[in-house]
């Protein structure tokens, strides 16, 4: 496959922390549609990344034998549209034996669609209550379309390896994790939800650089 029907890629990592019980070489691809505040990869979401050769990947899939999981996330993946399908063919060519979970804000189903056929899950982050509009605005500092985040999570939940995920931002209140808990009761099918801790950044480029991508 020609490198130029692939994603660029902005780093990759191998965590234990990613997934519940798996090991994962997670692949960070660059660019986001979202600008949330306190966003832990900023720069690779604004496309600010040192772009990483594909042999490295290569590397891995043929000597680290470690990992059963890939975990394609960023910056939001699914913007990579038809060349994030080619990169997960890539991933199931060299090692077909690898869970492959692809991470998502949720704001393109069309998409998560179209990968649903080919990956064995998705964690979605759930921002804020979807049905509180004006507080998932603050937090994705976006427009935020709710019936676009419930048909992912709807084609999402179907899949075994899904997980949904919220930050516990500051000015979520519990009531807030509440309404997300009753949102995923309605359409998440009963999959893992996890809420994580705030770390704050600390970043006052994170806070003041926020021009649109160029996509
Ligand atoms: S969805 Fe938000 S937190 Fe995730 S990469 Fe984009 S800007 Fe960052």
């Known amino acids: 496959m020609n490198v130029n029907e692939l994603p660029k890629i902005a780093g990759i990592l191998i965590s234990g ?7 994962s070489l997670n ?9 949330c505040r306190n966003c832990h990869n900023y720069k690779i979401a604004k496309g600010i990344f040192e772009e990483m050769p594909y042999e490295n990947l290569f590397w891995e899939f043929e000597n680290n034998f470690i990992v059963d999981m890939v975990i394609i996330t960023g910056g ?19 090692r077909p ?7 998502s804000n949720g704001s393109l189903p069309g998409i ?4 649903s056929l080919f990956v064995d899950g998705f964690a979605i982050d759930i921002k804020a209550p979807p049905f509180n509009k004006d507080k998932y605005e603050y937090t994705i500092r976006k427009k935020f379309d709710t019936e676009s985040l419930i048909e992912s999570v709807k084609i999402a939940s179907e899949l075994p390896y899904t997980i949904f995920r919220t930050v516990k931002y500051p000015w979520l209140k519990e009531n807030d994790i509440e309404e997300i808990k009753m949102f995923l009761n309605m359409y998440g099918k009963g999959k893992p939800y996890f809420v994580n801790p705030f770390f704050n950044i600390n970043d006052n480029d994170q806070i003041n650089n926020v021009e649109e991508i160029p996509l």
């Open 112 to 115: 998560i669609k179209k990968l």
């Open 76 to 94: 939001e993946p699914t913007l990579q549209g038809d060349k994030l399908i080619n990169l997960i063919k890539l991933i199931k060519n060299k």
């Open 97 to 103: 034996e690898l869970i492959i979970r692809v991470d």
């Open 17 to 23: 922390i990613d997934h519940p019980s798996h090991i």
């Open 27 to 35: 692949i960070y691809l660059p660019f986001c549609n979202f600008n």
